[in-house]
Structures are given as structure tokens and as C-alpha cells.
């Protein structure tokens, strides 16, 4: 049953992936950051979902890694290397090949995960000593620190940002190339995630979110599966602050670490949905930005006001969200067996308690 | 005497002016069943928690299989093969029965796949004949957190056995329990040490149970160790009797 109902909805969002943009040009970029908070909201729930570390700091990566992909791709094909670049703000344009710019904007990517990854190594071991919203804040704190040291290298522009290489292509194709990009990695994340989720590394971490001591207890090493659940998030984060970049074409501080956007809204779109499912999160991050989208367009000036309503709404009539909610309302369709025995009358006696 | 797989030598251990334990020794002989009993508050939880890592020894000694552990964390301690169950039942309550029994498998050799094995196969196998064992096996697809407290005691005595562990630490493995239901704990136990040859060491507020259960018994109090022999020594010894009736 969930198998076929799975199969459903891969057919619709793909669908909705595949023809959206060739129906709805206009909205080519709009869908394509639909993808990115799909993603973003996804890699969130690993931690924070599933593991029940709250971060507030998997921003940072989408900053680090928009940061490396333009230092790749400036230095590999600008001779005068990138402190000259970024010194002459954005007077220098080189024009780079088609081929140069994409074996660049490959490397960059590339460099970005790898770097994120690296950084989420380090970070963790000293991170996850703190739990519960000591996490969180610290977490915040490393983004908002990385943040303010980034502007302080002028190698990288320091707070007058870089201008990204230009696309060589037409406008339409590069909507269309950086949409490919955000699906492909949303779609990446998301399988791998699924595949993780039904490993023995999806029980490992589910059990440190409900009882870390326990866990610690029965001999599960729990710094190494949190390392990891952190570790792919900040990956794709990397990645996809890259791609990010590009789309944007100019980066500075804030294009880099949108701390109270992006930085909470992966949370915000994972509450919705539903925390530590599949689901949750993919859903969560539709609804968040269909709303978002439209809120900006309808009611511009009270956007926010609508936005905050319906997370307060979501906190305190839904707090489980709304895959938690139907969970609870139809744990059948879920595979959640219910004892029935239980019903009525309290235990019978025997053998079986 | 058969070779000791738990050897405490005196230790201390204070929770500010509070002495827990105080110049405790005693020892766990391998393939043995060996009680700890001793009034409220006399510090048997405090020496579990201390012998599995829980907190550091103020002074003293704890070897498991002839090698130091008192520096030990409590995950290395446990992937030495040392499981504790606790007196306050702790399992991963929002997952079923079944996948809290997998997540329990042992982690002493894991390789770098067994993080991403999948759950199908040898490991749920086991799991469900071990949830046959202690009896929970019409239960396995509930939420563990919707069982009742005995039935979540059994899990949490289950998930222990499925860590393969050498010796096994049962903080008051009857309390709660329906008292019908005893007996099959104790046969439970008593097969889990004879045929699983896992080492058991129990704190145990029930009479009966830990003298029918242990071959040796080790009684504290106020965080000392008052004496220790066979259940029918300590059965006649004034001191023991004193303990818990509140004597003088």
C-alpha cells in the first residue's frame, strides 16, 4: 500500500518537475527553488528530524559553499587569480568558453561539497557535546560566525561580495540549466536519504533521538552516526549553496548566509510537514513555498504576518505536522500496528504479559 | 575458582558528602549468576553505574576481563560486551518492538558496512525468536512506548540479549513486574545464562527471586559492603536480616 502510494506521488512530483517548467517558463526559477528547499528541508530532517538535533547552523554550508564555488571557478580560469578579481568589484569580466565556464561551475560544485564536508567534520567534534537547544544556539552561533568572518576576507571581496562568472547562454537556458541542477541534486538527496532511512544507520539515529543515553548504553557509537547524519546534510547544502550562487550572480554576506530566510525557513518547512519522516519534509517545503509565493504576490507588506500565523497555527495545533498528524489519525496506512487488545479490557494474563 | 570477569577493588565513590560506596570489592565470576541485594539507598545502582562507566570512581580498581575500565566511557564499556538494563526501563519508545531489537545488535566488530546494512534478514530474524523468547512476539509491530511497563522491561531485557553481550548488569529485573509473571523471568534469566552463556549480575529487591537465581550474593549497605556468600549464608547471617528489617 505505501509502496503503490509512494509510487503516486514520485509520478505527480515528477510530472510536476519534468513538465513544469516547459508549461511555466516564468516560473522556470520559482520551481527551481521549490527543488532547493525541498532539498534543504530534507537534509535538515536527518539531523533534525531524525536524530533530534536541532540545528539552526546547516546555512553555513550553503554559504561556505557558495563561497569555494567562486573561488574555484574564478581562479581556474582567470589568470589574475581571484584576490584581483574580487578587488576590482565586478569591473573585470572575463569572458569564459562555454566549456571553461561548466568544467568550472562542475568544480565548484564539487569543491563545495567536499569543503562542506570537511568543515562538518571538524565542527562535529566538538559540536555534539552540546544537546537539546544548546545545539540549536550553538549551531546559530557557527553560522552567524562564519558569516562575519567570510566578510572579513577581502580575498573573497570582504563585504562588497563577488560577482559570479557570467552564463554563457541565453536567459531562457540558463533558467533551464540551474532548474536541471536543483532537481537533479533535490532528487539525489532525497533517494539517498530514503535509502539511509532504511538502513540499520535509520534506526541508529532515530534511537539517539528518542533516548541518546540508552543508545550510548547498548555500545552505538553515537558521535559517528551523528558525524555522518550531519555530514551528508552539509554536502548537499554545499552543493546546492553552489548552484545557488550562480543563480544568484552576485554574492555577498547575505545572498550567502540568509540566517532568518533560508536559515529558518528549512526548519519552519520541516515542522510543517512533519519532522523525522520521508515525507514530512518534501511536503512541508511544497506548502511552505506555494504559500511563500503566493502571500508575496497577494498580500505584499502582510507576507510575513501570514507566514508567522500559520507557523504559530502549525506550533501549536499541529506540532507533529501534518504527516505526524494523519500518522496519528490513520496509523494503518502507515504501517503503525495498533494493539487492539489494548482497546478494552488492560492485559490478559499468560505467557505473553 | 573460576576465572573473575568483573574484579572491583576498592572502590570509593562520593556524590559531594554523600558516600555512596565506600571501599566496595567484590567480583563477577564468568558464567556465574551473581546477586547484589541491600535496603533503599545503600548504593547498588551508584556501583553498577560506576563498574559500566557511568560517571568516574573517586578511587579503586574495576577490571573486566583482567583489563582496567574505570577510565572507560560507557559506550567503549559497552562495546567491550558490559550491558546494563536500567531500574527506570529505558527503550526507544517511538519505535516498534522490532526495530528497537535491531538497533541492539551488537556493535563490537562493527565494519564500516554494518552501519548501512539493510534490516532485512539474519538481524530481523534473530530479533523476532528473540522476542519469542522472552515472550513478545504477538507484540513485535506495537509502538514500544504503548506497552505496558512489564512488557517494556521484557523489551528492554531482550534488546540486551541481542547485543550478544559476555555479561549482562539487571538493575531490579522483577520490579513492576505482575507477580505471576516472575517465575517466567526467572526461568528467562536462568536460560539466558545457561544456554546463551551470558554472565548476569543482578540487583534484586525480591528475595525469593535473588536467592533462587544467584549462586552468590553480595550484600551493601549504607554504601559498604556488609557480607557476601552463598544465598543460604546470607539468609542466616544477623547482619543481613538487620539491614533490612531496620535492626540496630
Known sequence: MIARNDAYIYGALGILGILGPIFFPNYTLSIA???????????????????????????????????????????????????EYTSAMGSIKPVFTESQYFI??????????????????????????????????????????????????????????????????????????FYILCFVFAVAAHFLLRWLYSTQFGLAINAIRDDEDKAEAMGIPTLKYKRI??????????????????????????????????????????LLGGKGTLWGPVLGAI??????????????????????????????YFQQGIMGWL????????????????EGANVKSGETI | MSEQLISVNDVSKSYGGVH????????????????????????????????????????????????????????????????????????????????????????????????FASRKGEIKDRAESLLEFVGLYSKRNLISGDLSFGQQKLLEFAMALMNEPKVLLLDEPTAGINPTLINGLIDRLRRANEELGITLCVIEHNMRVIMNLASKIYCLSNGKMLASGTPSDLQNDQRVIDAYLGGS
Open chain 1, 229 to 270: 547524519g550531519w555530514t551528508i546534510a552539509a554536502f548537499f547544502m554545499g552543493c546546492i549553496g553552489a548552484v545557488a550562487g550562480n543563480m544568484a550572480g552576485f554574492i555577498d554576506k547575505e545572498v550567502a548566509y540568509p540566517i532568518p530566510t533560508f536559515g529558518i525557513f528549512m526548519v519552519a518547512m520541516v
Open chain 1, 33 to 83: 527553488y521549490l527543488w532547493m528547499m525541498v532539498l534543504m528541508a530534507s537534509t535538515w530532517d536527518t539531523l533534525g528530524g531524525q536524530t533530534g538535533y536541532n540545528s539552526l547552523g546547516n546555512i553555513t554550508f550553503f554559504g561556505v559553499g557558495m563561497y569555494i564555488s567562486a573561488i574555484v571557478q574564478v581562479s581556474f580560469f582567470y589568470e589574475g587569480g581571484v584576490g
Open chain 1, 104 to 177: 568550472g561551475l562542475g568544480l565548484g560544485i564539487l569543491a563545495a561539497g567536499v569543503v562542506s564536508v570537511l568543515m562538518a567534520l571538524v565542527f562535529s567534534s566538538f559540536m555534539f557535546g552540546l544537546r537539546g537547544p544548546y545545539f540549536a544556539i550553538g549551531s546559530l552561533g557557527l553560522a552567524i560566525a562564519t558569516a562575519e568572518i567570510t566578510i572579513t576576507i577581502n580575498y573573497v571581496g570582504g563585504a562588497s561580495g563577488i560577482s559570479m562568472p557570467l552564463f554563457p547562454g541565453d536567459i531562457e537556458f540558463r533558467s533551464t540549466f
Open chain 1, 287 to 316: 506548502l511552505f513555498h506555494v504559500i511563500k509565493e503566493t502571500t508575496w504576490t497577494y498580500l505584499l507588506n502582510l507576507q510575513w504576518v501570514a507566514l508567522g500565523l500559520i507557523l504559530i497555527v502549525n506550533i501549536v
Open chain 2, 20 to 115: 555512596a560506596n565506600v571501599d566496595i570489592t567484590m567480583s563477577v565470576a564468568k558464567g556465574s549468576i551473581t546477586g547484589i541485594i541491600g535496603p533503599n539507598g545503600c548504593g547498588k545502582t551508584t556501583l553498577f553505574n560506576s563498574i559500566v562507566g557511568y560517571h568516574p570512581i573517586d578511587k579503586g580498581s574495576i577490571k573486566f576481563e583482567n583489563a582496567e575500565i574505570s577510565k572507560l566511557r560507557v559506550g567503549d564499556i559497552a562495546r567491550l560486551g558490559m550491558l546494563r538494563t536500567f531500574q527506570q526501563t529505558r527503550i526507544y519508545g517511538k519505535m516498534n518492538c522490532v526495530d528497537n531489537m535491531q538497533i541492539s545488535v551488537s556493535h563490537r566488530s562493527s565494519s564500516k558496512t554494518s552501519i
Open chain 1, 327 to 342: 500518522q496519528s489519525k490513520y496509523p494503518e496506512s502507515f504501517g503503525i500496528a495498533i494493539d487492539a487488545s489494548r
